[in-house]
Structures are given as structure tokens and as C-alpha cells.
């Protein structure tokens, strides 16, 4: 059994590249099917966020589940390559746990990648490739990032992406209450960026998104108002503050949008958030005049402000996760001995049925059970014992003693005086 994950996140690669091997939630089932589908694979997890793309799995031939991430996204393994982390077994493990309880994000110590790690384990196990190894991975690491953020205060504090936003709009603007702001999209990173910026009370809310009832369901909750995704475009104008988050594979505000809206705005500022991966913005829009754009890398930077309190809750973090690493590296040993205790168990049982069988047949020939008691516990020493002599009679001059050491410890046998 090999655990082994890969991939690329914040730290390894630039927004360029991890928009390039996104998986979006409606084909991640069948990117999984199609992984394992590869039988050196046997079972595999993937986790993709806006901060990175990774995948784990139960493999033993970790090459091939890398060259497979470049192929499925069309592109070339030498593109990945500079960008890609390879690691296995322990290092997996620890990443796992690290990445689960909030040390390896963009953010330290935010929540939200414990409940995406979650639903990547959903996925997996609906589309049949999550099995024993994983799965135990799994569960240990939602055991503990449960006790990292219950021990310690890496969750002290945290300033969350939303929160950025909103920093970053008071900035630019006296006061948010004097703005027209629209979400495009209506997931999860809209809805927290909807309840920051609601805060504040803004002049009008509003909300675009390709499925009408969701996004009326986000202005029912904030008092703003929906338009249907196709009139998006057209209401860029009348707003101050653009926030997009869908999960569009191709950008959906390009360049000559933003020229056409602020030559309307009679070049009046706007302010824009692009929080998807891909982006949802072109970023030839950046270079606009009276246009300040900011991406999921932007806001993390800002969100990474303040870290005092979290920072000093890495180390005992730490401490916990490297205990928990060396449990389940115990117990993953022991996994991997199991077909030997089985075999060992097996071929002792064939002995004892088998000089079992040759004393019940001289017990129905009539021969005295105590003597037949006697050879039967006879024949069982010898056999069980015959195995471990013969190593140590034929084993070589520098062996012997390892050899002898290891048997003492086995039997339990007090070394001679």
C-alpha cells in the first residue's frame, strides 16, 4: 500500500497555472472513475479549490498518476512540472493533516478547507474510488484538524477573503453605504462576500447568477434584487463593486465590457473582485484606468495581516499533527505486515490439523492416549521450532548474531550469562 499525493497549490504555483488544472465539482466523478480506471491506481481523492489542486491516492506507480493530471487537462507533463509537489507515504500524511487543519492555506487557520476536504471525500466515495487506505487517511485527518482547532488558537483572529474584500472597498471608497455592488455567481464564496459587504449596508445589492432561483435566494436573504446573468453586461455600469465567483471555465467580463461600462460611468471607478479559479475576469482588465481588479492571490495577501495570535498556535499545531503522523504510520506498518501474520497463522494451522489428524488415527487403533498426547506436543515443538533453528544453524558468520538477538526477543528468551 503506497499513499502518495500531488499536485500544486498558492505556494508552488501562480494563479496562471492552478486555473489550468481545476476540476470543476460537475466532472469530478468522472475524472475519478477515469484515474482508477488505470489499475496501477486503486483508489484516489481530489481536492480542488481556488488555492490548489491535489490528489490522493493509493497507487504504486506515482508516475503515472502525475503524467495522468497533465493529460486529462491537455497539457504537456513539462508545463506542470516546475509547479508540481510529489509526496509519499509519511510526507502525505502529514500533508493531509497540515492542509486539513488550516497550516497550509493561503490563510493560516482559515475553516472553510476542512469542509472541502469533506466533500471531496463525498465525491470520491460516490463515484466508488475511496477504499480502506484512503478512507482510514480520511477520517484520521478530520480527527486531527477537530483537535487543532480545539487545542489550540490557530482559528484566533482569522481574517477571512470576505473580510479582505471589504477592507480593500474601504479603502477606495469613503463608505461602502454610498455603493452599488453586484455578485456575480451564487456559491458559498458569494454568499460570505454577500453577509461582509451586507454588514455595512450598502446602497443596493445585486445579484446575477445562471440559476435564477439560487440567486434569489441570496437576495431574498439581503434585501437586494436579481437580474438574469445574460443582463449582466448590461447593469456593469449602474455598480461600483463587481464581485465574481462562478465556475465558468472560460472568462465571462472581458476587456471591451469594462471599456463600454466606464465610458458609461463617465469613467467613475469601479472596483472588482475575480475570487474564481479560472478566472472570471479577463486580466487584460487590470491594466484599464479607473479599474482596480484584485484576484483570489491579491485578497490572500491582505488576509494574511495580523497573524500574531495564529502564528504562535503553529507550533503546538505541529506537535499534535507530528504525534498523530507517527500513529498512523504505526498503524499503516502494521497493515502491511498482515499478509505475513497471515501466512505464518496459516502454515501453523496446517501443521496442527496435521499431526492432529495422526493422533485421533493411532487413537482409533487403540494406542495409549497419554503416550499419543506425549508425540503430539512432540511433533508440534519440533515443527514449529524447526524453522527458526534451521536459520540460525545455516546462517552466516555476520548474520548469526542478529539472527540469535532477534530470536531471543521473539521467544523472549533471556540472552546466557
Known amino acids: 500500500m503506497q499513499i502518495f499525493t500531488f499536485g500544486v497549490n498558492h505556494q508552488t504555483a501562480p494563479l496562471s497555472v492552478r486555473e489550468q488544472v481545476v476540476f470543476h465539482a460537475e466532472n469530478l466523478v468522472q475524472a475519478l472513475q477515469d484515474l482508477v480506471g488505470r489499475k496501477p491506481v486503486k483508489e484516489a481523492a481530489i481536492i480542488s479549490t481556488c488555492n490548489r489542486t491535489e490528489i490522493y491516492c493509493n497507487t504504486d506507480d506515482p508516475t503515472l498518476a502525475t503524467d495522468w493530471l497533465a493529460g486529462y487537462h491537455r497539457l504537456k507533463p513539462q508545463q506542470l512540472e516546475p509547479y508540481l509537489y510529489r509526496l509519499p507515504q509519511e510526507k502525505a500524511v502529514k500533508h493531509a493533516f497540515r492542509v486539513a487543519s488550516g497550516l497550509d492555506s493561503m490563510v493560516l487557520g482559515e475553516p472553510q478547507i476542512l469542509g472541502q476536504f469533506k466533500d471531496a471525500v463525498r465525491t470520491a466515495e460516490s463515484a466508488g474510488t475511496l477504499g480502506l487506505l484512503l478512507n482510514k487517511l480520511f477520517q484520521r485527518t478530520f480527527s486531527v484538524a477537530k483537535a487543532v482547532r480545539s487545542q489550540t488558537d490557530i482559528g484566533a483572529s482569522t481574517v477571512s477573503m470576505a473580510s479582505a474584500a471589504v477592507q480593500l472597498a474601504q479603502r477606495i471608497y469613503p463608505s461602502i453605504a454610498e455603493q452599488n455592488i453586484m455578485f456575480i455567481g451564487a456559491g458559498e464564496m ?24 439560487r440567486a434569489q435566494h441570496l437576495a431574498d436573504r439581503f434585501l437586494g434584487r436579481t437580474i438574469a446573468l445574460n443582463d449582466m453586461q448590461g447593469q456593469l455600469p449602474l455598480h461600483d463593486i463587481i464581485v465574481c465567483c462562478t465556475a465558468s471555465p472560460l472568462p465571462i467580463i472581458g476587456k471591451g465590457v ?7 460611468r463617465k469613467h467613475r471607478p469601479i472596483l472588482m473582485f475575480d475570487l474564481a479559479v479560472p478566472r472570471d475576469i479577463e486580466g487584460e482588465v487590470a491594466a484599464l484606468d479607473d479599474v482596480f481588479l484584485y484576484t483570489v492571490d491579491d485578497l490572500g495577501n491582505i488576509a494574511r495581516e495580523g497573524l500574531g495570535v495564529r502564528q504562535n498556535a503553529v507550533s503546538q499545531a505541529e506537535v499534535i499533527i507530528e504525534n498523530q503522523v507517527t500513529d498512523f504510520m504505526h498503524w499503516l506498518g502494521n497493515r502491511e505486515l498482515v499478509p505475513t501474520i497471515r501466512a505464518l497463522r496459516d502454515a501453523a494451522e496446517r501443521s496442527r490439523r496435521h499431526e492432529l489428524e495422526r493422533a485421533l488415527r493411532r487413537l482409533g487403533h487403540g494406542d495409549d492416549p497419554q503416550l499419543v498426547l506425549e508425540q503430539l506436543s512432540r511433533a508440534l515443538t519440533n515443527k514449529f521450532l524447526h524453522p527458526p533453528s534451521h536459520a540460525l544453524n545455516y546462517a552466516s558468520e555476520e548474520d548469526r548474531e542478529q539472527l540469535a538477538s532477534m530470536l531471543r526477543r521473539l521467544y523472549q528468551i533471556q540472552p546466557p550469562e
Request: glycine share 0%; net charge neutral.
Open 190 to 213: 458569494i454568499e460570505l462576500c454577500a453577509t461582509h459587504f451586507a454588514a455595512h449596508h450598502p446602497r443596493h445589492m445585486t445579484f446575477a447568477n445562471r440559476t435564477a432561483e
Open 258 to 264: 469594462i471599456e463600454s461600462a466606464l465610458k458609461a
